[in-house]
């Protein structure tokens, strides 16, 4: 039975987060770390967003083969001139609008290698914590089951018991 939370009065919609939040303190899960995965997943994104925005001036000077309109974009002119110049690093013979493109090559690489990097933290983060969740919900469930005595459990079949633990798996989908 589905239940849209948009059409729930108050009341309930504020028994909805008792029982959420009564699941999240017995499964120990902490909404800090749920805060700390979106803000990474945010973060990606945001890098993604860069990026793509530094492909707009970097497609125009291809086209027009200057990139000195480069250094009038406020940020990015910024961010080049406190680049070390990387003609200086090869060699002289660089233009001024070579040594730019370079320099915008090098950004979006780096921030390429930054966006995995975080992206990375977060997806092994993610896994330890839906791993940890996962155990802790199968031990509430069991420990609940063994509650009900032995009478239930000669009554009950034993495809009911698997279908119920591993609906714990498609809860802990559900966060992580």
Do not use: C
Request: glycine content about 4%.
């Amino acid at each position: 039975m589905s239940i849209e939370y948009s059409k729930l009065d108050n009341h309930k919609r504020h028994q909805v987060f008792i029982n959420i939040m009564d699941i999240f303190n017995r499964t120990e899960i902490k909404l800090v770390y749920l805060i700390i995965m979106l803000t990474l997943s945010i973060a990606v994104s945001l890098l993604n967003l860069i990026k793509l925005f530094l492909l707009i001036p970097l497609a125009k000077g291809l086209i027009i083969n200057n990139f000195s309109f480069v250094m009038n974009i406020p940020l990015l002119g910024y961010a080049i001139t406190a680049l070390p110049r990387i003609r200086n690093l090869i060699n002289h013979e660089l233009s001024l609008s070579q040594s730019i493109f370079l320099s915008l090559i090098a950004i979006i690489l780096s921030l390429e290698i930054f966006e995995n990097i975080i992206s990375y933290v977060n997806s092994q983060f993610s896994a330890y914590w839906a791993g940890k969740v996962r155990r802790n919900l199968s031990r509430l469930l069991f420990s609940r089951f063994i509650s009900f005595g032995k009478l239930y459990f000669d009554r009950t079949n034993k495809g009911y018991f698997d279908l119920v633990l591993g609906y714990s798996n498609l809860v802990t989908r559900l966060f992580f």
